[in-house]
């Protein structure tokens, strides 16, 4: 279609004195309104009470839209690599907005199947194909701080919840005068009403990033980067690796189990941080830290989340993937065994330990783009990233089924004290020291799985030079 | 390379899009913070 002859490939290289700093915000406007995925809570009781249904119901529409992020990012990577960020980025878009369209349907008229199919199967395709979208694109425009490009726009993931959380409660009050903001609970016409909301706004904000968004032309490099520097490193290569090829790679392999490991850990003390700080500090049946105190500490954990995905992928620009995986996960094990065995001294003891854990989950997140790139090259660095998102599905699935197993044979909840959390704990180290000593084995890839010369993309091709 | 003169309005389009993102990203920084005031006696 002509119409939309825009959005190919061709036409989306920049021209020269493009600046490169439009690239992170087209990136970071669509990773906000993704990042809205981890704000379901917020309209989670609302849509128990208007279709009459568990919590347990509710909640397979977010799983729903977790496992098409992992399903569309591993299978439509190869495509998104193809066509292109902004082709890419406008499909994205239209399944993200479409799937809240949907879904409000769904909610206004009763049909909860819908919201599944919308906001959960159409929307979770928008959310991996979203994901992956600016991610070749930033390390393409930012050869020489990989880490600050990809830490910026994942970020932004981490920020959509951040965002999404208060917007959503402002405009269910407003759709609704008997909204009660401590219990969540807004009529299905609210709910409705914001989900068509969210589809329009986050539809055009989307499309900031569709405009802004082009590729360098091939042989674009940044004003004083000089790629030999790079070439000297040993652990970053100027080969470049298909996605096929890669999957074939021990380094691949290795990598996803790092990310597996480093995202199983985070996500069990995400997954439980109110009332894990609650049982921490509970005497006598009684905790001492409140439930609004609880809820805050959620929210401090999100903002951790969020720098943390900045700062250490930025950090990894100077000190090197692979040794900032070894502080993730080695820093990672001495902070999880001392939360085992002190985290109950104090609460600030206990938040501050948290913090920085989170902040390493969520830096693990936003590294490991770069160090995809560094050991595989720019070729298809886009769809080897939507294929290793898989271990983030797997672990969204082990991590929290790890930690609510060892409490579940502990006591119930509510009665929970700090000793109940050390098996969990403990474990939780062990799986660390599994992506430790699996960071540790990571080396750059064999040369036969190298493409030769020619059968790249020109980007990749004039980056060999 | 990558020092040819910026095209025209560039530096408009380079705020617009930089405030498009960030006041959100602040705006929910704000509203967290004032909500995480509660864990420290606030």
Redesign the interface.
Known sequence: MAALSFLDREHTVAKPGYSRWLIPPAALAIHLCIGQAYATSVYKNALVAHFDTSLTAIGIIFSIAIVMLGVSAAVMGTWVERVGPRAAMFTAACFWASGFLIGALGIATGQLWLVYLGYGFVGGIGLGIGYISPVSTLIKWFPDRPGLATGMAIMGFGGGALVASPLSRQLMSLYDPNYDAATGRASGGAVAALFLTLGIVYFLVMMLGVFNVKVPAPGWRPAGFDPAKLRAKPMITRANVSAANALRTPQFWLLWTVLFCNVTAGIGILEQASPMIQDFFREGGTSTVAATAATAFVGLLSIFNMAGRFAWSSTSDFIGRKPTYVMYLGVGIVLYVLLAVAGNSSTAVFVLLAAVIISFYGGGFSTVPAYLRDLFGTYQVGAIHGRLLTAWSAAGIAGPLIINGFLDARGEPGELVAADYRPALFTMVGVLAVGFVANLLIRPVAERFHETEGHTDAFAEAGKR | ???????TG?TA??VI??L??GI??I???Y???R?????FGG
């Open positions: 390379m990558g020092q040819t003169p910026a095209p560039q389009r380079l899009s930089w498009v993102v959100p990203l705006y929910a920084l509203q967290t913070i909500s995480i005031l509660p864990l």
